[in-house]
């Protein structure tokens, strides 16, 4: 079955520093890949996809992520945080099952960025 | 401005209670879905919609009911809630062609509490 492995539950940061986390998928077929933010008391807004070409995908807020086929990795990197990245961090993979596209989604990553 | 409208935004109430959570997008969108959301779990799917009168079973439909009598609204039943499903649920569509991926949105969340 497909699934997605998110490493880290909870990250704290102090502002300044870099980021990256990690995120695995197991699924055969052909992937596309997605993170997604959900800052405090909000919805849930796409970060950045996934879906051909150039493996290193650049998203909104400075935000990117590299796709290593090899590997099953996906993970969100940002080189400086900031306060306002204090959010929850979800890794998604849209696999192709039973005739439709299907988003499964990791366990999250919560990030706490201190001042 | 194109969304996706979830009522109500937040509701307590008891066991065996029926209650309703109502969906709506504005963005004539084939697909839509529900999940709910828990600690360490991630996004969970529940019950989707590839269009009007089509709906199937997603990863934890069990207690839940749905209905897609128009291609705006994806209302989600449940007939007895139990305490097992406090939670916090979120509506979410997009388009739906085939084994092409379209963005996913989603709505504000409803965040349901049952004693």
């Known amino acids: 079955a497909q699934s997605v492995s998110q490493h880290n539950h909870h990250v704290i940061l102090s502002e300044a520093a870099s980021l990256e986390l990690g995120c695995n998928y197991s699924?055969?077929?052909?992937?596309?890949l997605f993170w997604y933010v959900q800052y405090p008391g909000q919805h849930l807004q796409l970060l950045l996809k996934y879906f051909s070409g150039d493996p290193l995908v650049k998203g909104i807020k400075g935000f990117e992520a590299e796709f290593i086929k090899s590997k099953f990795s996906f993970n969100l990197r940002k080189p400086s945080v900031q306060w306002s990245d204090t959010a929850e961090y979800f890794c998604a993979v849209m696999a192709f099952s039973g005739g439709y596209n299907k988003l499964i989604f990791g366990a999250g990553t919560r990030l706490a960025v201190h001042p | 401005e194109a969304q996706v409208t979830q009522n109500p935004r937040y509701l307590i109430t008891v066991t065996g209670k029926k209650l309703t959570v109502t969906c709506s997008q504005n963005?004539?969108?084939?697909?839509m879905s529900w999940y709910r959301q828990d600690p360490g779990l991630g996004l969970r799917q529940i019950y989707y919609?590839?269009?009007?009168?089509?709906?199937d079973k997603g990863d934890v439909p069990e207690g839940y009911k749905v209905s897609r009598k128009e291609k705006r609204n994806f209302p989600l039943i449940l007939e007895s809630p139990s305490p097992n499903q406090t939670s916090l649920y979120f509506c979410a569509s997009r388009y739906q062609q085939g084994a092409s991926y379209n963005e996913q949105f989603f709505g504000p969340g409803t965040r349901l509490t049952v004693l």
């Open positions: 963005m004539n969108h084939e697909y």
């Open positions: 919609s590839m269009n009007v009168e089509v709906t």
């Open positions: 699924y055969g077929g052909t992937v596309n």
